[in-house]
């Protein structure tokens, strides 16, 4: 079990964990849609929902490019479980890098012991998924904090303990001006109320659903950075969760890529031949993996899946690099420029390689309960184009950034 060590220990009990608990489980969970509790307990007892925990709060406190690592090789295995991860980390590192003593110390070492797991409630049904945008609104009295609001999206809705919401900062505020608040989850609170049913064609096990709080009440020290935390969200969460998303499409290119490369490999099929100028046939007993059409898109997935894991690394090392930068609020826009690019490009890869994959495998990559998974990370992949920011808005961001020079 992991606890203490090296990033590398870090990266190799994730593949253990991927390959013994999360791989043979994740048909089950992508027809069934059950949440994957169990998968998040093995992480947790290996150390790993807390990576981005510093030494002092019990967690290994990884860089982002391990981070990275350990999140691509979870989607390769279960990209639902991945999913669930990312959302859980881009969380709390808002304590991590913004947080008051007494939340690092109440939040951060039961989530480093795999205790506690943390759900993101940002989007509201009048803005359009749009999540930079509140109609709700925190209200003060004293010392505690009230908050009535509709979530209808909450990775994790159903299983999360603590769910890190974002709202108005006043009932005058701006939309624009949010607050992040810490509220109970569904188990925690009878003010918190589960509502729908998750059922999508992609990332069916996350339990995606909906949660209404009503007149739910915390104490004011549960709200993380000032009334204003646009600084908090930017600099810790968006981070983290750009990474991270990119990171889980990115394992699902590389698991298409891989699981095509292997059948074709070992797939054996007739191929009658006629010589020129003879009406003698004869028949060749070949590889899928000796036609040069398929040795095409092979040569292609491979240059796509490496393109995009080199974006990836390269912008997971520059925060890695400038995390201090950022936080004080400089070099935003030098990773931003590479961690966009890299979120669009594994996006692609996710989307083009599953596709390819499956032009490759014919018939027995569409199969949903054939021996392929094709037909599942494809719908996964889909998922790279409607998560916030959609990949046509994180398109806009780059390229209007570029413009303006």
């Known amino acids: 079990m992991y606890r203490t060590g090296t990033e590398s220990d870090v990266a190799a009990a994730a593949r253990e964990i991927a390959a013994r608990v999360l791989a043979p489980r994740a048909a089950h969970h992508d027809s069934t849609g059950e949440f994957p509790a169990e998968n998040l307990a093995a992480l947790g007892g290996a150390g790993l929902m807390g990576l981005l925990v510093p030494h002092e709060y019990g967690g290994p406190e990884v860089s982002i490019a391990t981070f990275v690592e350990v999140v691509e090789t979870l989607a390769q295995a279960c990209s639902s479980t991945a999913l669930v991860f990312v959302m859980h980390h881009c969380q709390y590192a808002m304590i991590v890098d913004h947080g008051t003593a007494r939340q690092k110390e109440t939040f951060l070492p039961p989530i480093a012991r795999g205790e506690e797991l943390v759900a993101s409630a940002t989007t509201e049904p ?20 009230r908050l009535t609001a509709t979530k209808p999206v909450v990775t994790s809705a159903n299983y999360a303990d603590w769910i890190y919401c974002t709202t108005r900062a006043a009932p005058d505020s701006a939309g624009d001006e949010l607050s992040v608040l810490i509220m109970p989850g569904a188990r925690r609170s009878e003010r918190v109320e589960p509502f729908g049913v998750w059922d999508c064609i992609g990332m069916r096990a996350t339990s995606s659903s909906g949660l209404r709080f009503t007149e739910c009440e915390v104490p004011c020290w549960h709200q993380i950075g000032p009334d204003d935390s646009a600084h908090v969200r930017a600099s810790s969460m968006t981070i983290v969760s ?8 990115q394992g699902i290119a590389d698991a298409a890529f891989d699981e095509a490369l292997a059948h074709v490999q070992r797939k054996r099929q007739d191929f009658i031949r006629r010589d020129s100028g003879s009406s003698a046939t004869r028949t060749e007993h070949r590889t899928l993996a000796s036609s040069e059409t398929t040795q095409r898109q092979l040569a292609e997935m491979r240059v796509r899946t490496s393109a995009s894991r080199a974006l990836l690394y390269s912008a997971a090392r520059l925060i890695d690099e400038h995390r201090e930068d950022l936080l004080g609020r400089r070099c935003a826009e030098l990773v931003q420029d590479q961690l966009w690019s890299a979120r669009i490009a594994c996006g692609e890869s996710a989307v083009e390689v599953t596709r390819q994959a499956l032009r ?44 303006a020079g």
């Open 126 to 145: 009048e803005t359009g998924g749009n999540a930079a945008f509140c109609v709700s609104a925190k209200e003060r009295d004293g010392q505690r904090l």
């Open 242 to 249: 750009r990474a991270g998303f990119a990171a889980v499409w």
């Open 360 to 403: 490759v495998c014919g018939v027995t990559g569409l199969r949903a309960t054939g021996p392929l998974a094709l037909e599942r990370r494809m719908r996964d992949a889909l998922t790279s184009q409607v998560m916030a920011p959609s990949e046509d808005a994180t398109k806009l961001m780059l390229g209007g950034q570029l413009a």
